[in-house]
């Protein structure tokens, strides 16, 4: 079954064509990879997929159901996050508040319950820290527990910003490049917490990444983009000896030297 | 200095209190800034008016009526203005704050620009205290509910919030909203205190004097605002000594916290009876660090 469709969409601003009618699927519980030179349009994709750009023409199917005219919140609501290339966290409050703002949905009492502390607001409370607890303790954050946000060191907000998405009980998350900024050792440990967190949540998982030892490490499939377009999709060894990517990647072969 | 003269600053301080208060959620808080809120002031003052002389309601039923009436408006201006970004909302605020006010102006049925005289005083320092109490814990309850840490994500990061699933209209709604009742029912004591109302009372200097005392208390804090809002109402009276100076003594006071604490007075933090016990701590640890730095 296909958790995520894309069918011939296209995404122009004014004249130019960002993405350009792209299709493709993405299998339940695969781990999914979107690579391409920069300004290829992968960041447009998410944006997409997430509501926070209108597509222009074409369609966007989540678990079979039409997302593309949806807000963002309401997406979100129905089980995709996010987290960003250049990271968006809540930077003055803790990590703690960070990711229990984020696990509001989870509970539904409304402002006069709150306002009267009664027991359908301290019931729906307390389960809302407990998770947060737990989501703190599964990413390993729980030291950094009453660190302002914007005080953690880089590879901790990546964290953070995956521990906060997770808080929705997502079914499927996409990650905007993940590793930029980290060092090769802080890679392999992501390498394995996205692994994790697959196993864990039973998630479906769209990454984007710039470090191939990553893409090629943990993706069952590969999209390939280039301009907008789409250059070619298959697992990792399909890419890797695909010409075309080649070309994109390292320019056109020279046929006499 | 008499009870009766103290007793009016404590009774207007606690009138400002409320009215910032209800703007603190708004800016300290979602993150919008009002230059109209006098505005919702104004209407909550005239509202409560009519209902306790033409329609002869209990006080406290009128200032319930009032700051609907003012929850109203904000609904309707908050539909149309609300999708619009940073200061663009700013400048809508402020142009619905004076927009009101000259409605008022001249309407005859509230007496239009002359005022309206003869408002029954039911405005007591008691009433104001309880009417505070309340404001503060509902406001505290707020916050510290799922519903006020959305608004806080919203003021922090407008584009992460809808990605977590906060609809980012609604809940600026709602604290538009909840900050128009507040100044609504502020407004009404308003009235009921000082037994006349007039248009002019309600100018952008007002808003201005309401946002000022939020940011002077800190964006964000609770105690922050309530604690501006007593300094900054009852500072001008302490400088009547000054004379003519005592305006320009209120705005270097002003300038001066601002330079000196740009996050404002508490910046941030709430006076809690745990944080009160931090700090404490924090002093006695902090002296004995340097009794042994000293034996050293």
């Known amino acids: 079954m296909n958790i995520l469709e894309f069918k011939n969409v296209t995404k122009t601003f004014g004249g130019l064509t960002a993405v350009g009618n792209v299709s493709f699927e993405v299998e339940k519980d695969s781990i999914f990879g979107l690579i391409g030179p920069n300004g290829a349009g992968k960041t447009t994709i998410f944006n997409l997929i997430t509501g926070i750009y209108k597509i222009s023409q074409g369609e966007i199917y989540f678990k079979e159901d039409p997302i593309h005219d949806l807000q963002p919140h309401k997406i979100a609501q129905r089980g995709i996050t996010r987290t960003f290339q250049n990271i968006r966290l809540f930077k003055k409050l803790t990590t703690y508040e960070n990711i229990l703002t984020a696990c509001h949905d989870n509970a539904t009492y409304g402002i006069v319950n709150a306002l009267l502390r009664d027991h359908k607001f301290k019931g729906q409370e307390k389960k809302l820290h407990e998770k947060a607890q737990e989501l703190m303790g599964i990413l390993g954050l729980s030291s950094q527990k009453n660190i302002i946000a914007s005080n953690l060191p880089y590879g901790m907000q990546r964290r953070l910003e995956i521990a906060r998405a997770l808080a929705l009980n997502p079914s499927l998350l996409l990650l905007d490049e993940p590793a930029a900024g980290m060092n090769p050792d802080e890679?392999?440990?992501?390498?394995?917490?996205?692994?994790?967190?697959?196993?864990?949540?039973?998630?479906?998982?769209?990454?984007?990444?710039?470090?191939?030892?990553?893409?090629?490490?943990?993706c069952d499939k590969i999209m390939v983009l280039n301009f907008g377009q789409k250059l070619a999709d298959g697992t990792a060894q399909d890419i890797q000896t695909n010409p075309k990517v080649r070309e994109a990647y390292l320019g056109e072969e020279e046929e006499h030297c | 200095m008499n009870w009766f003269y103290i007793k009016g600053i404590l009774i207007l301080s606690g009138i400002n209190l409320l009215?910032?208060?209800?703007?603190?959620?708004?800016?300290?808080?979602?993150?919008?800034?009002?230059?109209?809120?006098?505005?919702?002031?104004?209407?909550?003052?005239?509202?409560?008016?009519?209902?306790?002389?033409?329609?002869?309601?209990?006080?406290?039923?009128?200032?319930?009526?009032?700051?609907?009436?003012?929850?109203?408006?904000?609904?309707?201006?908050?539909?149309?203005?609300?999708?619009?970004?940073?200061?663009?909302?700013?400048?809508?605020?402020?142009?619905?704050?004076?927009?009101?006010?000259?409605?008022?102006?001249?309407?005859?049925?509230?007496?239009g620009a002359r005022g309206w005289p003869g408002i029954p005083l039911h405005t007591s320092l008691l009433n104001v205290f309880i009417i505070d109490v309340v404001g503060i814990v509902f406001l505290a309850f707020l916050i510290r509910s799922r519903h006020g840490r959305n608004m806080i994500a919203i003021r922090e990061e407008e584009l992460a919030s809808q990605i977590i699933g906060i609809d980012v209209f609604k809940y600026k709604m709602k604290s538009l909203m909840i900050s128009a009742l507040y100044a609504g029912v502020a407004g009404g004591l308003y009235g009921h205190y000082l037994g006349f109302l007039q248009p002019k009372m309600f100018q952008i200097i007002k808003s201005t004097e309401l946002t000022i005392i939020v940011i002077f208390g800190g964006l964000g804090s609770i105690s922050g605002s309530a604690l501006g809002a007593v300094i900054l109402t009852a500072l001008p009276e302490a400088l009547r000594s000054f004379d003519k100076w005592r305006l320009v003594v209120y705005g270097a006071a002003v300038i001066f916290i601002m330079i000196s604490r740009p996050q404002g007075l508490m910046g941030g933090y709430e006076i809690t009876p745990t944080n009160i016990k931090c700090f404490l701590f924090r002093f006695v640890k902090k002296d004995k660090k340097h009794q042994g730095m000293g034996g050293r």
Do not use: W
């Open chain 2, 19 to 111: 009215a910032v208060l209800g703007l603190s959620l708004l800016t300290g808080f979602t993150g919008l800034f009002s230059f109209g809120h006098a505005g919702f002031m104004a209407i909550g003052a005239y509202t409560t008016a009519v209902m306790t002389i033409h329609f002869h309601l209990p006080f406290m039923v009128a200032l319930g009526v009032g700051g609907l009436a003012a929850a109203l408006a904000s609904l309707i201006i908050g539909k149309l203005t609300l999708n619009l970004k940073g200061d663009y909302f700013c400048i809508a605020t402020l142009g619905l704050g004076e927009a009101i006010r000259l409605i008022l102006d001249n309407v005859q049925y509230f007496g």
């Open chain 1, 187 to 218: 890679t392999i440990k992501l390498m394995e917490l996205i692994k994790e967190i697959r196993e864990h949540f039973g998630l479906s998982i769209v990454v984007i990444e710039h470090h191939m030892d990553l893409i090629m490490g943990v």
